[in-house]
């Protein structure tokens, strides 16, 4: 290259108006998305109220514990790692973070959209309720890892095991539960304990014999679905009481109230039934779960207003929780109109925030 060749090459036209402005909008373009790629990739993936972060780490953390020191075997028990650490991931996140919300994401993941109508729970998405029923038959936990139905080794490693230590946290109390976790980790550190090692631990620390309940939740793919089935509250005149020619409502009136429970699954679990009258007033029984169905019966003078099945939800592997509550007046319209009402509202926030962009 040579100084002719080169002044020639400098032919450029000479700077229009035009040009300076093509040139001015096309590095402001670049400006722009070097910005928003820096600023806003460090600081809008984790706006308050999500722990988009904060989850995985407490997460990896975790495994530092279950599969580092205690060191179990990842290929045939994967729970005994990824399903407890979901666990206790999910409790850290409950005692330190809450109250957290649903974050979406939009435009390719790039702008995050923190939805406060929709609080996140421990039971729910911290324990992966819902990708746990999608695959809950799938396999017994105790099929080895690596046999698991293709698409379900998350649902029973991570999300099943995570419920049902949360459910072991709900029957025994947090305390037992931490002792029973604090004893397997300082008494098999090292040693690569396998399940029937941690249900051993579980079962001298609590006291209790819970070899009916780790038969169900890691040696069976039965699931678990209690509900009300029908909640009846009819009026009950005592006969003989009064004579016949009292009118009606001098009679001392009184309500039969009938509820029906139903074990939907085959999985079986000790469960309360409640049912709350129109004064406040309450009855419950406990029922052991184990028949296919069972009616309760109580005369008040006053009707029922609801029943619930496992009131405390105690039992967070149930995979049908709307079923778990009946009430005498229909509730299906107002329902629906809550839901509706603000499903639209959502939508409509949602259409002027891409239209401000488009
Ligand atoms: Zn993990």
């Known amino acids: 290259m040579n100084r002719t060749n080169r002044s020639n090459t400098s032919t450029t036209p000479p700077l229009t108006k035009d040009r300076v402005r093509t040139a001015w909008v096309a590095r402001s373009a670049v400006l722009v998305t070097v910005w928003f790629t820096a600023v806003l990739s460090a600081q809008l993936p984790a706006p308050a109220g999500t722990t988009d972060p904060e989850d995985v780490t407490v997460h990896e953390a975790g495994h530092q514990f279950w599969y580092g020191i205690v060191a179990t075997n990842e290929f045939e028990n994967a729970w005994m790692d990824e399903g407890i650490n979901t666990f206790a991931t999910a409790r850290v996140m409950q005692e330190r973070y809450a109250p957290t919300y649903t974050l979406t994401r939009y435009f390719g993941g790039f702008v995050p959209y923190l939805m406060r109508d929709f609080p996140r729970s421990r039971e729910r998405e911290g324990d992966r309720l819902g990708t746990y029923r999608t695959g809950a038959k799938g396999d017994a936990q105790s099929t080895p890892s690596w046999q698991y139905w293709p698409g379900t080794a998350g649902s029973i490693t991570y999300d099943k095991t995570a419920l049902w230590l949360h459910t072991l946290e709900r029957m025994v109390g947090w305390e037992v539960l931490q002792r029973i976790l604090s004893t397997y980790f300082m008494r098999f550190q090292f040693k690569h304990p396998k399940p029937q090692d941690f249900f051993d631990v579980a079962n001298e620390v609590s006291g ?27 009026i009950d005149v005592i006969d003989g009481a009064i004579p016949a020619g009292v009118k009606t409502e001098l009679r001392q009136a009184s309500y039969r109230t009938q509820v029906i429970v139903r074990r939907y699954g085959e999985g079986i679990f000790p469960v309360d039934v409640r049912v709350v009258f129109e004064n406040k007033e309450e009855v419950r029984w406990h029922w052991d779960g184990r028949d296919r169905w069972k009616r309760f019966e109580v005369e008040k003078p006053v009707r029922a207003s609801f029943a619930q ?3 405390e939800h105690v039992l967070l592997l149930d995979v049908r929780y709307t079923n778990n509550s009946l009430s005498m007046e229909p509730q299906s319209a107002r329902a629906a109109r809550k839901w509706s009402l603000a499903w639209l509202i959502w939508l409509q926030d949602h259409l002027l925030t891409y239209g401000f962009f488009v």
């Not at 209790?208 to 009819?234: E, I, K, P």
């Open 309 to 311: 099945v496992d009131p």
């Open 208 to 234: 209790r014999d819970l070899t009916w309940f780790f038969d169900q939740v890691y040696r069976s793919s039965n699931v678990f679905d209690y509900g009300v089935d029908a909640l009846r509250s009819d």
